[in-house]
């Protein structure tokens, strides 16, 4: 059992690091203790283990109006041992007299059922997951955008004095941020006045230190200003030189466009500008001005805005935060 050093609040969960009330250190207790006299929900079984989400006030540099921030930890990937139940199979059917033909559909079986798992094929509610993405892996000549009404964030509101979640930091116009655990990410959303419908949104952004990470750093745009509850994240990863789309609901986040290689990414630490350009019936993604996909916008947050995100404990730098209408 562990107790909030600040607030007194208990909790039963060893594995829970922080407090619910008001992100504070958890400490271990030698004595029961009596029971809270508040009331806190429990992640459902199901659910992977993630950092609390303080309430609005709870936490300095979480005021009302102010950027919000939360953080959160992927679900796990399900087992692949089932995949090499069926290689061992084929084998036997090949020795015992199956033939090439019959090792050559097992192994078609088992890419089909790869791709399969690696799709969005789950979702709360009786919306369809199928996306709408373009052929991702060949790029576009560079495209100009004709919007040239400028709306600059003011990245020194983006900047949390304090955050049981994540480091930030502005020094010499540029923003720094990090999770402060490797597999979480951590997600910061501008006010409601930074909106990105039937905008051009961009933002020059590179890995400060050249670290390794599987959940990339980029652009968040069409959120609710309450982060990581709907809306989108354009992630690039410069060591893998790749990048992906994802989107959030409560609790978890779900592949749109799945890491896909681009040679329009500069590698290790060198500046990236991504950018999403919000037209009548579709969303475009750029890479240093190059197109490299599109999709349908299903799952924006109307009147969304735009945010950065930062994964896996890697520092991402940003700056040239950028709206143009």
């Known amino acids: 059992m562990k107790i909030c050093p600040r607030c ?24 029961p203790a009596p029971p809270p006299d508040t009331i806190h929900m429990q992640p459902m079984p199901t659910q992977p283990q993630q950092v609390p989400q303080s309430q609005p006030g709870a936490q300095a540099g979480w005021n009302m109006g102010a950027p919000q921030q939360y953080s959160m930890q992927p679900p796990k990937k399900s087992s692949k041992a089932w ?27 088992v890419e089909k059922s790869n791709t399969a798992s690696n799709s969005d094929s789950k979702t709360t509610t009786s ?17 100009t955008s004709t919007r040239t ?12 004095e304090f955050s049981a979640f994540g480091n930030t930091e502005l020094t ?56 990581l509850q709907q809306g989108y994240a354009f992630l690039i990863d410069t060591k893998r030189k790749k990048y992906r789309l994802v989107r959030h609901i409560p609790k978890d986040e779900k592949t749109v466009i799945n890491w896909t290689t681009s040679a329009a990414i500069k590698e290790g630490g ?14 475009e993604l750029y890479i240093n001005g190059t197109k490299v996909n599109s999709i349908r ?6 009147g969304g805005v735009a945010g950065l995100y930062s994964g896996d404990g890697v520092k991402a730098g940003f700056k040239n935060f950028e709206i143009r209408k």
């Open 172 to 227: 010499g116009g540029e923003f720094f941020m990090s999770s402060k655990q490797k597999g979480y990410y951590y997600a910061i959303c501008a006010t409601d006045e930074y909106t990105t419908e039937k905008s051009d949104t961009r933002v020059t952004v590179r890995n400060v230190d050249n670290a390794s990470g599987s959940m990339g750093y980029g652009l968040i745009f069409h959120s609710d200003p309450k982060p």
């Open 127 to 143: 919306n369809s997951s199928k996306t709408f993405s373009s052929n991702s892996n060949t790029t576009s000549a560079p495209s």
């Open 149 to 160: 009404d400028l709306e600059t964030v003011d990245m020194k509101r983006l900047v949390q």
């Open 270 to 283: 060198e500046d990236n500008v991504l950018e999403v350009r919000d037209l009548d019936d579709t969303i």
């Open 83 to 109: 995949v090499w139940v069926l290689l061992i199979l084929g084998v036997v059917v090949v020795l015992c007299g199956g033939g090439f033909a019959g090792l050559i559909f097992l192994g078609s079986q």
């Open 8 to 31: 007194q609040k208990t909790y039963t969960d060893d594995n829970l690091n922080f407090c619910l009330e008001d992100g504070s250190v958890l400490s271990a207790m030698s004595q």
């Open 297 to 302: 916008n299903q799952y924006g947050y109307s």
